[in-house]
């Protein structure tokens, strides 16, 4: 009886483990650097009559030309 009770105890705490390895993977997919940003769609007026618009992974306008 020891023996059932001892191994009961032993799965519990390996499927419990994996739940928390299964859970801490999935985690690091949904924060990929690699996910789509959207910006929106200001202008900023360079000093010389052209426009240019925000890009890049913080939104930034870009430099003037």
């Known amino acids: 009886m020891k023996k059932v009770f001892l191994g009961l105890v032993a799965l519990l705490i390996l499927t419990g483990g994996g739940c928390v390895v299964a ?3 999935r985690s690091e997919e949904n924060t990929s650097p690699t996910e789509p940003v959207m910006c929106t769609m200001d202008a900023k007026q360079c000093p010389d009559g052209s426009y ?5 992974p913080k939104c930034e306008f870009a430099k003037c030309p």
């Open 52 to 56: 240019v618009g925000r890009s890049g």
């Open 23 to 25: 859970k801490n993977d």
